[in-house]
Every structure is written in structure tokens, then in C-alpha cells.
């Protein structure tokens, strides 16, 4: 358990979540109810998830994104987030990491996604200092011009979300499932994905060292408190009205057919 320091004094509070193969989708679900229902803030750490999954943005095309094919063969579930953002592909090698906090909880910044970029930015440089050329790279965490992180935001009327997948490992092959983006950041230069991605295992000793370090940069803004998936916030409670979700075979399955031509006689 987290026991607040003396110097936490006069620091919001931020509730502290840890997970550890925690299925992805329940872990969104989880995170819009805590969005849009709650108004403390959190933390969720997710330490993996068990099974492979594809993670698009809200707006995401499958047909423009995915192979759809290998994905139908390999019966890889695509989730639609309810977050904009690029797509993934997570594993047991991700490990996810989400900060859900009022507008005013972080005193100077102004709730837009750029500066909220740039705030996340700052606090991870504390986590990766003597570990790489650390960057924030147009919306990507690097190291040098290799990315490990990919983000997505999403801001309302009060609150915020940003949340992280980063790649402490990721298996190669997996990444055959992705399409190469029609808009991709500057730094990447048509790069395939293994000569554009780097893991976080070549760079830190451990998923508990780099777990260990982003509380630690966290409690230089917030008084950090423990809290459980308990009955107040059971992840089988979640509203109907949920906007992430799996998308279907049958809706995979229409995304590979073109576009029926309507021909109109005069």
C-alpha cells in the first residue's frame, strides 16, 4: 500500500490502480466508466494482457488499417477504443499505463491535447533519464528515432484520458497484421515496423523497475493512494452505453468487400 509522504501535502490526490494480465477490452470499459462516471483521478498500470488483441482508434477503418484476411485466420479480436489514435497490436509483452484526471487537477495546464502530450512528455523523461536518447516524438515515445510508445487522448467537458501501450516486447509476427497507415509520423520515413519500433527489455532491467519509476515521477505531482477493483468500481458494472467494443466477423468480413457501384439509367 501506498502511505502518502510529509512533502505530498497540498498535492492532489490520485487513485493508483495495478493490474497484471488484465484483459484490454474490460481494461477500456473500465476506464470510460472511470472517465465519464467518476470525477477523482486515477492511475490504471496493466502489466500485460493475456491474450493478443488489435486495438484501433474510434475512427479507425479496418479495411485502411488491418489485414483483415490473416486477422480472420488467425481469429485475432479487433476492439474499436473509444479514444481516437493509431491501431496496435498488445500481448502479455504491453504494458499499459492510463492517467484519468480533472481539468484542474495539474495546476498551469491547459486541457488540450497538445499540452497534455507535453506534460506526459516531461514526466517520462524522469522514468527514462540514463536509460536512452528519450523523446516525444510528434505523439510517440522514442528513443532516438525508434518508438516503444504509442498514445491516445480523449478530453471532455471536466476530464481527461490519456492512455499508453508501451512495448516492453512485442513478437515480430504479430505485426504482420498491420497495415502500413496512409498517415504516419514525419520521424517514421516509410519505415517498416521493425525497423520503426524498438523494445523497452533491450533498454531497462526490468518491467518492475520501469513499473516502479512511473509511480515514483508520478509522486512529484500527485499523493498517490491505492485503490482495488472493488464493488465501487467492479468491472461487471459497466453501463450498457460503452463505446468501446469488439467489432465482429461479419463486420470484418464487409470491410474486405468493395463498394457496390450503383449504376443509374437516364
Known sequence: ????????VGL??????RMKGFSILQQLHLEERLLRTFSDNWCLINDGTNHPNIVMGISGKPEELIEIELVLQDQVPVIRRFTGGGTVVVDAGTIFVTFICNKS??????PYPRPIMSWTGKLYEKVFQTYGDFHLRENDYAFGAHKFGGNAQSITKNRWIHHTSFLWDYNAKSM???KMPNRTPVYRLARKHDEFLCRLKDKMTSRSTFIERIISSLEDHFSLRTAQLDNTISTNDV???HTARLLTRQE???ATRPCAVLSVQL
Request: glycine share 4%; proline share 10%.
Open 176 to 178: 504482420e497484421y498491420l
Open 12 to 17: 492532489p490526490f490520485m487513485n493508483l490502480i
Open 252 to 254: 470484418l468480413e464487409r
Open 1 to 8: 500500500m501506498i502511505i502518502p509522504k510529509a512533502s505530498d
Open 105 to 110: 487537477a495539474i495546476c498551469g495546464l491547459q
Open 239 to 241: 453501463p450498457q452505453s
